[in-house]
């Protein structure tokens, strides 16, 4: 899923994400990475599918909920900053996606304080 999401934002932004990433999280975000193979069309449906077709050789696993795993577990642990930079340049489909996942699962301070 990283690997989807890497091959579609543009190189710098990237690269600065991948600069939040531990390093062993780091080495698998730029293992098999081709710059020149960047898809230009692709929405929230594309990019599903392709997280469909790379995990197609485990076991079943749905992948709009692999995806919202992902950013969920993005936003929690990259700078807020990074996080808006990434989502802005995304198709507006997979921006209202992410923001979706970021509700399910980072509650504000605030509201951790609360439940707590």
Known sequence: MLHNLRDRLPIKLSAHLS???PLLVRGVYYD?????????????????????????NIRPVDPQDAVQTVFALL?????????????????????????????????????RRRTA
């Open 19 to 21: 600069a939040e990433l």
């Open 32 to 56: 098999q990475f081709e710059a020149a193979d960047q898809p230009a069309d692709w929405d929230r449906e594309a990019f599903c599918a392709e997280v469909s077709r790379r995990l197609s």
């Open 75 to 111: 936003s929690r642990h990259v700078s807020r900053g990074q996080i808006e930079k990434v989502k802005h340049a995304l198709p507006a489909d997979l921006q209202a996606f992410w923001q979706s996942a970021e509700e399910r699962v980072v509650a504000p301070p605030a509201a």
